[in-house]
């Protein structure tokens, strides 16, 4: 099992900036990668950005040159900094890791932070 805790989520006005973290914990000495998604209202829920262990990582064609995802190994955390905010980025945000395990890969999601940009 892995457990997710995010935080930093919040109310910005348009144009302005947070930092979102999510701590791991558990089982994750084999997670292969880890991500944020958000989901709007009335929206599916979609990928912002995601880092692999190897250090890849690939953008929402809507957040390109906006955020950057980063990790701390040492600390076991994934950062998403947002910057450059939109009304549109206005979402539930997730963290998600993906463990391999018993031959199939696992998924697991944080509880959720709410990001509000004001316009």
């Known amino acids: 099992q892995v457990q997710l805790v995010e935080s930093g989520g919040g109310l910005v006005q348009a144009g302005g900036s947070l930092r979102l973290s999510c701590a791991a914990s558990?089982?994750?000495?084999?997670?292969?990668?880890m991500g944020w998604y958000r989901q709007a209202p009335g929206k599916q829920r979609e990928l912002v950005a995601r880092i692999t262990n190897g250090g890849s990582t690939n953008y929402a064609d809507s957040v390109k040159g906006r955020f950057t995802i980063s990790r701390d190994n040492a600390k076991n955390t994934v950062y998403l900094q947002m910057n450059g905010l939109k009304p549109e980025d206005t979402a539930v945000y997730y963290c998600?890791?993906?463990?391999?395990?018993?031959?199939?890969?696992?998924?697991?999601w944080g509880q959720g932070t709410q990001v509000t940009v004001s316009s």
């Open positions: 998600n890791a993906v463990r391999y395990g018993d031959g199939r890969d696992y998924v697991y």
């Open positions: 558990g089982s994750i000495f084999s997670i292969s990668a």
